[in-house]
């Protein structure tokens, strides 16, 4: 990494500069739950991220520029444009869930949208809606209504970045119901090159920032298994944790088991083996 300056990092990613107009995003095999950093880390987690996005990135780039310009050899490395990065988090739901659960039991709403009387936990919604968030340096996110987005990042600009992430859901969606996985809902962050165009950055619909649900396993009125964190978070949830740093260490047979669901999401979704990938990481670019 000797070309390249550190420059910040975050949960689960080191972030380098390599010169001013590129950046390399390297994704780590850290895991964090309830916003904690736990000290056991799950194997190829982090080329795990890199690569669906990657995918997603090559396949999108119709609906949206993206950040990506190339996939370093350790499969984990993402060469990415420079970007100024907006306040907000973009999040879509399809379906009624995690905090739009919450917030609907509350106020029969999620981030000002009116939904109808009488739905149930991870019930399909309607029609997806776009829910943003803030930006929250530590702990959660907190979800806004469009007037307080309004305020971050202008009109024009909500309006632009509410159509485009509800097409990129509508496309990745359908794309993974066909492989038999339903995108529940998805976060995603944008930002603006130099040109004040608007470009995907960041990571794009992996497990991480995406809630994909097995569709021969959906049964409205719970909560469906999950390809992300679940046996991490529902293994520190029996041990009685109190949910703040220090986390507590991970037994083998969690990291397997959560490693296994990273890479069952990976091929699942892409079509492409896991180790074709990390042979070499283009092939999701094809």
């Known amino acids: 990494m000797s070309e390249a300056t550190h420059v910040g990092s975050g949960k689960v990613r080191e972030l380098y500069a390599i010169d001013e107009e590129r950046l390399l995003l390297v994704a780590s095999d850290r895991?964090?739950?309830?916003?904690?950093?736990?000290?056991?880390?799950?194997?190829?987690?982090?080329?795990v991220l890199t690569g669906v996005s990657g995918f997603w990135f090559a396949r999108t780039s119709d609906l949206v520029p993206n950040h990506l310009l190339a996939l370093r050899g350790d499969g984990r490395s993402t060469e990415c444009r420079k970007l100024k990065m907006l306040p907000i988090e973009c999040v879509v739901?399809?379906?009624?869930?995690?905090?739009?659960?919450?917030?609907?039991?509350?106020?029969?709403?999620?981030?000002?949208?009116?939904?109808?009387?009488?739905?149930?936990?991870?019930?399909?919604?309607?029609?997806?809606?776009?829910?943003?968030?803030?930006?929250?340096?530590?702990?959660?996110?907190?979800?806004?209504?469009?007037?307080?987005?309004?305020?971050?990042?202008?009109?024009?600009?909500?309006?632009?970045?509410?159509?485009?992430?509800?097409?990129?859901?509508?496309?990745?969606?359908?794309?993974?119901?066909?492989?038999?996985?339903?995108?529940?809902?998805?976060?995603?962050?944008?930002?603006?090159?130099?040109?004040?165009?608007?470009?995907?950055?960041?990571?794009?619909?992996?497990?991480?920032?995406?809630?994909?649900w097995p569709a021969d396993e959906y049964r409205p009125g719970g909560t469906p298994p999950s390809y992300d964190k679940q046996f991490v978070r529902d293994y520190c949830e029996s041990l009685g944790w109190d949910k703040t740093a220090p986390g507590p260490e991970l037994p083998d047979a969690v990291v397997t088991g959560t490693r296994a669901r990273y890479v069952e999401a990976f091929e699942r979704l892409t079509g492409i083996g896991f180790d074709d990938y990390l042979a070499d990481p283009s092939v999701v670019l094809r």
């Open 93 to 212: 739901r399809g379906y009624l869930a995690g905090s739009g659960w919450k917030d609907y039991l509350a106020t029969g709403e999620v981030c000002g949208h009116k939904l109808p009387e009488g739905l149930t936990e991870s019930q399909q919604l309607p029609r997806p809606i776009f829910t943003p968030a803030t930006k929250a340096e530590t702990g959660h996110d907190e979800n806004i209504d469009r007037t307080a987005a309004i305020e971050l990042v202008g009109e024009q600009r909500f309006d632009e970045v509410e159509a485009v992430a509800l097409a990129l859901y509508s496309f990745v969606s359908d794309y993974a119901r066909e492989r038999g996985i339903i995108l529940a809902d998805t976060k995603l962050e944008f930002g603006l090159d130099d040109r004040g165009q608007l470009v995907l950055g960041d990571e794009a619909f992996t497990p991480d920032s995406s809630r994909f």
């Open 31 to 47: 895991i964090s739950t309830f916003d904690v950093i736990l000290p056991t880390e799950i194997p190829d987690k982090g080329r």
